[in-house]
């Protein structure tokens, strides 16, 4: 990842300041109703998005939860560590994480360097993408298809190790990019 977007990514953000000013837990509000424990897309992604990134809140845990999109975690520096479904993960530099809506996912603190994006996904992003991938039998094909299906479904999470390839870090930084530059068409782009 160049300089330039770490730098950018790594600013302390308003929430973050509140969190090391002393406040111990998340604030609900911003990711959820108070009743429920499902981080809501309507709080977090533009009106009439599809897809949006934001930094991953350092400093301090989120508790037990799942999300109402599919959720894609690039570790940009550093490590952050993740349980799912019960499976303890260590997400380093330049390692993917992708959850599902059924993945139910806690997060310890991270460190000032340890740098994530999160990319906040609405299913239906997909649609272009399944028509991309063809008839052709694959994991991530079925991850996507699981994604879109209501109820259980047996594969609620992928991890790759792909810090030593390069085409896909160059493709996760164009997006990162992309999403923090507001660039016009980005919907093709990114899909």
């Not at 609900?28 to 809501?40: H, L, P, R, W």
């Not at 508790?63 to 599919?70: E, F, L, S």
Request: aromatic share 6%; hydrophobic share 40%.
């Amino acid at each position: 990842m160049t300089q330039e977007l770490l730098q950018q990514l790594e600013k302390i953000t308003p929430e973050e300041e509140r969190i090391l000013a002393g406040e111990k837990t998340i604030e609900k509000e911003i990711y959820m109703a108070e009743d429920s424990n499902v981080i809501d897309s309507r709080k977090l992604l533009e009106a009439g998005k599809l897809i949006q990134v934001r930094t991953h809140t350092r400093f301090i845990h989120f508790p037990k939860h799942t999300h109402n999109y599919v959720e894609m975690i690039y570790m940009c520096q550093g490590s952050t560590v993740h349980t799912i479904n019960g499976d303890r993960i260590e997400l380093k530099t330049g390692e993917l994480l992708i959850l599902n809506q059924n993945a139910v996912q806690e997060i310890e603190p991270a460190g000032r360097d340890d740098i994530a994006v999160n990319f906040l996904i609405l299913p239906e992003f997909f649609d272009q993408t399944l028509r991309m991938i063809g008839a052709e039998e694959n994991q991530l094909k079925d991850f996507i298809v699981g994604c879109l299906k209501s109820g259980e479904v047996p594969l609620c999470y992928l991890h790759y190790r792909i810090a030593d390839v390069l085409p896909v870090q160059n493709l996760i930084e164009n997006l990162v990019w992309t999403l923090l530059h507001h660039q016009s068409n980005k919907r093709s782009i990114n899909q």
